[in-house]
């Protein structure tokens, strides 16, 4: 349909609406918001109820003053298998997809620097560093049924007329426009109009209304292949203090780093009696987001009595610069659109690019942990971490988003973390347990619901060194849209992970 080079007036088009519409959504935020727990074995198996503990590289990560508990220098690398199940549940129809994924997900170590006078103020203090991959996003998810209500053509319908201000597009610019010279939103009507999913009301150049071209009898079979990979990562630059033996302070400059690839390949097809008009359609779509971010810890733990501690810890918002692109395909089945084409009843567009879009800013909550624990000597420990974070705080940085933010305010809310962590030690094994709870952060407890995990493991120590081996199984249920906006029927997603975790730490 590139058949003119399009005319300085279109270009001004586009931009003015590239400001209107975006790839992203409120559900892109709250992916960089989103914990997951992650780390060394020990701290896996204890549910990183480790706020008042310390003593674990991993630790710094919850409380930063926890790395001056360590005695000696002290070094961990760990390796983990992420096994994730997900059963999505369709208009009734089921479906389980498996995935697994290895990962060198941790290293780390911390220094030790004691302090020879007994009398002095500052005991010892402690450097430290730990990489970690804080979420991996290894996942796949096959959504399929029939749906008796509405057909994935209110996408495209919904791009091409647009709502409330935004004004359709013109019919000039769908049979005109260069792809790349289109912003997002015009760029999903431009293949929807290639498809032959609706058509213009009138044949007038000026045109910005449209009808969908799919029956409006019968059902609608879907299927939606979604497959994500990547990570998050940061890198915590540590130290921390002992002060009068009984009192650790900390602080943490944390760098943050994420490469995320989503696919996805979204089928449809109808039983229209009739058997005319569309009969099925293909969207691909493939979108990479990658960048960095920065955030800071401070924390403080107090020995009370030698046995128990408590802890208090506060986690900066995190502010995150990404870069966004996508590669979309489309194709469709309709032996009666094209009367000058009765050839061929398959139409494919495929514009054969990348788009690049401008970087944007997220920032995430910040997040508060009070912590208690009770050591029972050298026989064990027993320790609960609680944490809040705000997640209406979370918003993009950037003006164009105005009406996502509000979307995230409006939606979203403070949720709740509980953390509980055991450890029995017998001479060099070491047992230990834990169970974590989390809140869901909407105000619906649907769109992502309450997470529940169980946690436990063992260790065993040689003479200056120790092997531990985690297991930790987590679920959520969520509801995963088969597109964004517009067609807004999702499936729902009861995710289950199964992960293993193996370390190793030396003592220096």
């Avoid at 360590?70 to 995935?99: H, M, P």
């Avoid at 120590?461 to 249920?477: E, G, T, V």
Wanted: proline share 2%; net charge neutral; with cysteine.
């Amino acid at each position: 349909m590139k058949r003119v080079i399009v005319s300085v007036a279109f270009i001004l088009a586009a931009v003015g609406t590239y400001a209107q519409q975006d790839l992203n959504t409120a559900a892109d935020a709250v992916r960089y918001a989103t914990d997951n727990l992650t780390g060394t074995a020990r701290f896996r198996a204890m549910s990183g109820a480790f706020g008042a503990v310390g003593g674990d590289i991993s630790a710094m990560n919850v409380n930063p003053a926890g790395s001056a508990i360590f005695n000696y220098n002290t070094g961990t690398a760990s390796l983990s298998n992420y096994s994730t199940s997900n059963e999505s549940n369709y208009f009734g129809t089921k479906n389980t997809t498996n995935t697994n994924a290895f990962d060198l997900n941790q290293l780390g170590a911390v220094f030790v620097f004691n302090n020879t006078n007994e009398d002095a103020v500052m005991n010892k203090f402690t450097l430290g560093f730990n990489y970690e991959n804080t979420n991996s996003f290894y996942n796949k998810m096959n959504a399929r049924g029939t749906n008796p209500n509405n057909s994935i053509d209110q996408y495209f319908l919904r791009n091409a007329n647009g709502i409330g201000n935004e004004g359709g597009i013109y019919l000039s610019t769908l049979q005109n426009a260069y792809f790349d010279e289109l912003s997002f939103m015009n760029q999903q009507a431009y293949l929807g109009y290639n498809a032959y999913i609706f058509d213009p009301v009138t044949t007038d150049g000026n045109n910005s209304v449209y009808t969908s071209n799919v029956p409006n009898t019968g059902n609608y079979y879907h299927e939606n292949y979604t497959s994500t990979r990547g990570y998050n990562g940061k890198m915590a630059l540590n130290f921390a203090t002992q002060i009068k033996q009984r009192f650790y302070l900390g602080a943490n400059i944390n760098f943050h780093f994420t490469d995320y690839v989503k696919t996805t390949s979204l089928y449809e097809d109808n039983n229209n009696p009739s058997g005319t008009g569309l009969q099925a359609i293909r969207f691909d779509n493939e979108r990479y987001t990658y960048g960095g971010g920065f955030s800071l810890n401070l924390g403080g733990i107090v020995k009370i009595t030698e046995q128990l501690r408590a802890g208090v810890a506060y986690e900066s918002p995190t502010w995150y610069r990404l870069q966004d692109e996508i590669t979309q395909r489309i194709s469709s089945f309709c032996p009666e659109c094209d009367a000058n084409n009765i050839s061929n009843d398959t139409f494919v567009t495929n514009p054969g690019i990348t788009f690049v879009f401008d970087d944007h800013t997220i920032k995430t909550p910040s997040k508060w942990t009070g912590s208690l624990a009770y050591i029972f000597g050298k026989n064990g420990l027993i320790s609960v971490d609680y944490s809040i974070k705000d997640f209406s705080k979370t918003e993009f940085r950037n003006a164009r988003y105005e009406a996502i933010n509000q979307e995230l305010s409006d939606n979203m809310t403070v949720s709740g973390e509980l953390r509980i962590g055991a450890e029995y030690r017998i001479k060099k094994l070491s047992l230990r347990g834990g169970y974590r709870f989390m809140e869901s952060p909407y105000k619906d407890g649907r769109t992502m619901g309450d997470l529940t995990s169980y946690t436990g493991g063992l260790g065993y120590s040689f003479a200056n060194s120790r092997i531990d081996l985690a297991y930790a199984w987590l679920q959520r249920k969520s509801d995963a849209p088969l597109l964004t906006s517009g067609f807004t029927d999702a499936a729902r997603v009861t995710g289950t992970n199964n992960n293993v975790t193996l370390s190793y730490t030396i003592d220096l």
